[in-house]
């Protein structure tokens, strides 16, 4: 319970872009009215997520020095962002999907 609390604190720093990218993505496949559309969602997903994280290890590091010394490894943060940003991506996509 505690990892899925540290997850979305350290989404938060991420949340805006990272949800307005997948809405984008999810309106250009449903425009698309292609379901191969959704390999290349997937790959653009991927490569705005990596985008993002490096963001955050660039310039957010000093925030998870808190979470560091909780116990936290930082490729553990990271990896519960990619994980929540993917889960919060592939419902979108199935969104899409499902209307089209």
């Given at each position: 319970?505690?990892?899925?609390?540290?997850?979305?604190?350290?989404?938060?720093?991420?949340?805006?872009?990272?949800?307005?990218?997948?809405?984008?993505?999810?309106?250009?496949?449903?425009?698309?009215?292609?379901?191969?559309?959704?390999?290349?969602?997937?790959?653009?997903?991927?490569?705005?997520?990596?985008?993002?994280?490096?963001?955050?290890?660039?310039?957010?590091?000093?925030?998870?020095?808190?979470f560091h010394n909780a116990g936290f490894s930082i490729y553990l943060i990271c990896g519960s962002i990619v994980l929540v940003d993917l889960f919060i991506?592939?419902?979108?996509?199935?969104?899409?999907?499902?209307?089209?």
């Amino acid at each position: 319970m505690r990892r899925i609390e540290i997850a979305l604190l350290c989404y938060r720093y991420i949340a805006v872009p990272s949800i307005v990218t997948s809405l984008i993505i999810s309106l250009h496949l449903l425009y698309s009215q292609n379901p191969y559309f959704l390999l290349f969602a997937i790959v653009e997903k991927a490569v705005t997520t990596a985008l993002l994280v490096s963001y955050i290890l660039i310039f957010r590091s000093d925030r998870f020095y808190f979470f560091h010394n909780a116990g936290f490894s930082i490729y553990l943060i990271c990896g519960s962002i990619v994980l929540v940003d993917l889960f919060i991506a592939a419902i979108f996509f199935s969104l899409s999907m499902i209307i089209l």
